[in-house]
Nanobody, 121 residues
């Protein structure tokens, strides 16, 4: 199982980025997927998840600004991030939970290596 994130970078406050997570090695379409982030020196935070049926859930900190989506044909997970703020600066990770449904941000079994997002004011 391999999860590979891409799309991170440096943007100014108010800008946008789209992160991608390419997944190989298991039945992507049947599982819950999620995005997390970890600012340097701080704990990891769950941001958004999407179940196998397409239902989504968001953390309050990103609701209305970030959108999670999946393309099952491409086995790829996305995170569209708009109106970025300096406090969004962190390493961003995608993760997979080997169940069709999501349980908030718990029980994720597989993780990518992360992609850095830096937002300047």
């Amino acid at each position: 199982v391999q999860l590979v994130e891409s799309g991170g970078g440096s943007v100014q406050s108010g800008g946008s980025l789209r992160l991608s997570c390419a997944v190989t090695g298991f039945g992507f379409s049947g599982y819950c997927m999620g995005w997390f982030r970890q600012p340097r020196g701080r704990e990891r935070e769950g941001l958004a998840n999407i179940a196998a049926d397409g239902s989504t859930s968001y953390a309050a900190s990103v609701k209305g600004r970030f959108t999670i989506s999946r393309d099952n044909a491409k086995s790829t997970l996305y995170l569209q991030m708009n109106n970025l703020k300096p406090e969004d600066t962190a390493m961003y990770y995608c993760a997979a939970r080997v169940y069709t449904s999501c349980r908030a941000f718990e029980g994720f079994n597989y993780w990518g290596q992360g992609t850095q997002v830096t937002v300047s004011s």
